[in-house]
């Protein structure tokens, strides 16, 4: 079944960590997307690639970082510089960006809290 | 700056009991939107997507509607399992980019 795997699905970050929230897909996306969810909020996006080995800062990448060296890995790293990190995340793909409309598919999330 | 906003927030039904979800949106040069269902714990489910006023969708007990302001989501007699928050989102008109704006969803429960 083709699809958007995040690992792992629950996370603690002790102060002054970084971690890393893994999202693969095999849909054959050439786009992919982070997003952060907070309760009673809209998703927000955070970073996101239209093609490997190349990425853009979203509306809120402060305390985050990406890279993009395969086409089917999108990880995100948590810094430390992040100061409130506790959120559901999600990754997300599309077929293309830029003119496409095509709509952008989901993994399960990763949620992150602080210990 | 592109918005969108769902109302209501929350909305509790009786079975078999229709209602419509709304999304207003303000967006310089809408290219599509999107309703996402979304389970708790999970991520978002397509649904549907609308490009241009007046177009409609359908799906099950789902039809979804597009005018030049505003989206809804009719549900028609609702079961138990239509239970889930449903997310309104827009694409920006950004050169090299699907850029989507979402709104902060409207949290439906429907009772047996």
């Known amino acids: 079944d083709g699809g958007i795997t995040q690992s792992p699905k629950y996370l603690f970050r002790k102060e002054g960590q970084n971690v890393t929230l893994s999202c693969e897909q095999n849909?054959?996306?050439?786009?992919m997307y982070w997003y952060r969810q907070d309760p009673g909020q809209g998703l927000r996006l955070i970073y996101y690639?239209?093609?490997?080995?190349?990425?853009q800062k979203g509306d809120i990448a402060e305390g985050y970082s990406v890279s993009r060296e395969k086409k089917e890995s999108f990880p995100l790293t948590v810094t430390s510089a992040q100061k409130n990190p506790t959120a559901f995340y999600l990754c997300?793909?599309?077929?293309?960006?830029?003119?496409?409309?095509?709509?952008?598919?989901f993994g399960d999330g990763t949620r992150l809290s602080i210990l | 700056e592109d918005q969108v906003t769902q109302s209501p927030e929350a909305l509790r039904l009786q079975e078999g009991e229709s209602s419509s979800l709304n999304c207003s949106y303000t967006v310089s040069g809408l290219r599509g939107l999107f309703w996402y269902r979304q389970d708790p714990g999970k991520g978002p489910e397509f649904l549907f997507t609308l490009y241009s006023a007046g177009e409609e969708k359908e799906k099950e007990r789902l039809k979804a509607t597009l005018t030049k302001k505003e989206s809804f989501l009719h549900i028609t007699a609702p079961k138990p399992e239509d239970s889930a928050t449903y997310l309104c989102?827009?694409?920006?008109?950004?050169?090299?980019?699907?850029?989507?704006?979402f709104g902060q969803g409207t949290r439906l429960t429907i009772n047996p």
């Open positions: 997300a793909s599309s077929i293309a960006g830029g003119h496409s409309n095509q709509p952008q598919h």
């Open positions: 849909l054959n996306h050439d786009a």
């Open positions: 690639s239209q093609i490997v080995n190349d990425f």
């Open positions: 989102a827009v694409q920006e008109a950004i050169q090299g980019a699907q850029k989507l704006v």
